[in-house]
């Protein structure tokens, strides 16, 4: 434990021998001084947790001492003393700064019951700011921009999104629907050099065909018949930035065969134009459809797809990367507390297991849904298996369905998928019972008496 300093500030000679006899009995190492202005040249030189000081001194009085004092060193601690004191003193005193005030003549207890409490308060905010650093810590290590995760196949993503982002290098993010693949375009944009660009988005299976075209690459005046004046495309906006082609895959092969010219020759032609145009655009393309088999079947061009295939990243599937779950899970209650106004804990012992034995088809995008709404049902503080929606707890995808033998019990289904995420955590760690118990969030008794009590 360290030894705390303490200057005493006092005009009165046997006042500071006094105090300083009392807190050298108690442990304290203590200095003094006979005004304010001695006060401030001992700061200077040396530290101290706290300083006592009386109101009334000549040359720089208490109040003088405690402004100045405070400017210049505004992590101290004060407590002030005066045998004149009234309340309207102790106030002005405590709005300067001071963190309490002691009348004169005080009681031995007094002053050190003072000076225990704060350290109390100090010690608490040394915890408050470990804890907030920890926090932090924990923060940069389980997320990456707006996308929280802690599995190794994330960690690999991220990586892979720090590695192009500062190229203007053509990315490809695959993934099934739902697993974030808008979110890692955006990282991989905030992080690059054009990140003073502009983000322009387009779904490219959510505008019709005959719209596309004129959405991408732009018009100009009497190019058909609405075209009352030009318009700039979507590439022209982009300019200098970037263009997130969400949903790649469904681009008709006419617009493939100008969107490969512009990635090849990095120029536009607008609708009803003969003239081109050089654009200085990064395209990042985005799709839930296997391109090779798109390739295969005739619907995707192949030598787009060479050329959009420069860099891939592959976003995993949430039922391959289980121990995000619990995370991801924390992440939105945390964030559906705060828009729906709700206190909501976390998840019951009996709804966790269920969760996490879920196939989650629609992966993330699946998972906040499926909070939110519980969270909006959920009755009490903890979200049970009956704010489930019936699909999540009878999942006939799922490895490990709740639905054993086409039971309806919840308590059933609960154990049958709670013995089977321990028999696959054990199998995944070799029988290591310590790890396993790190995989399932459970302490290893609570593991060892699972385990006796499945037989496994």
Not at 19 to 47: P, R
Not at 129 to 139: A, F, G, T
Request: net charge neutral; hydrophobic share 40%; aromatic share 6%.
């Amino acid at each position: 434990m360290t030894v705390k300093q303490v200057l005493i500030v006092d005009d009165e000679k046997n006042m500071r021998h006094m105090l300083q006899v009392m807190l050298n009995k108690e442990g304290y190492i203590t200095k003094t001084a006979a005004d304010g202005v001695e006060a401030l040249s001992s700061m200077e030189t040396d530290h101290f947790d706290f300083i006592l000081c009386d109101l009334k001194m000549p040359r720089m009085d208490g109040m003088s001492f405690l402004k100045e004092s405070k400017s210049r060193f505004p992590e101290k601690t004060f407590i002030m003393m005066s045998a004149y004191g009234t309340v309207d003193t102790a106030l002005e005193a405590m709005k300067i700064g001071a963190y309490d005030y002691i009348s004169k003549p005080f009681k031995t207890d007094e002053v050190l019951l003072t000076l225990k409490k704060a350290e109390e308060r100090e010690r608490l905010k040394q915890e408050n700011l470990m804890l907030h650093d920890k926090i932090k810590q924990i923060e940069q290590k389980y997320s990456f921009g707006n996308i929280v995760a802690r599995s190794e196949a994330m960690a690999h993503v991220f990586e892979l999104v720090e590695k192009v982002a500062a190229h203007k290098t053509t990315v490809l993010i695959t993934g099934e629907s739902g697993t974030g693949k808008e979110l890692i375009a955006k990282e991989i944009y905030s992080q690059g050099a054009r990140s003073s660009g502009p983000l322009v988005s387009i779904n490219c299976g959510g505008i019709p065909e005959n719209l596309l075209e004129s959405e991408l690459f732009g018009f100009k005046k009497g190019a058909f018949t609405d075209a009352i004046r030009d318009k700039p495309g979507l590439f022209q906006e982009a300019d200098k930035g970037t263009l997130f082609l969400d949903e790649i895959g469904e681009l008709p092969l006419t617009l493939q065969v100008k969107l490969l010219r512009v990635l090849q020759e990095g120029e536009i032609t607008p609708l009803g134009s003969t003239e081109t145009r050089k654009i200085d655009v990064r395209v990042i393309a985005a799709t839930a459809r296997d391109l090779h088999t798109e390739v295969e079947a005739g619907r995707f061009r192949e030598d787009l797809f060479y050329r959009i295939h420069v860099m891939t990243i592959h976003i995993p599937p949430l039922r391959e990367r289980r121990g995000d779950i619990p995370l991801l899970i924390g992440y939105f209650i945390d964030r559906f507390n705060k828009k729906l106004d709700k206190n909501i804990e976390g998840l019951s012992s009996e709804a966790m297991p269920v969760l996490m034995g879920y196939s989650w088809p629609g992966n993330v995008r699946e998972l906040e849904n499926v909070l939110e709404r519980a969270m909006i049902l959920a009755k009490g503080r903890w979200i049970t298996p009956s704010d489930l929606p019936s699909s999540v707890l009878f999942d006939p995808h799922s490895p490990s369905s709740t639905q054993p033998e086409h039971t309806l019990s919840i308590k059933k289904a609960t154990r049958h998928l709670e013995r089977n995420l321990i028999k696959q955590a054990l199998e995944l760690t070799g029988g290591n019972r310590s790890k396993a118990a790190k995989i399932l969030e459970i302490s290893r008794p609570i593991l060892i008496a699972k385990i006796k009590e499945f037989g496994l």
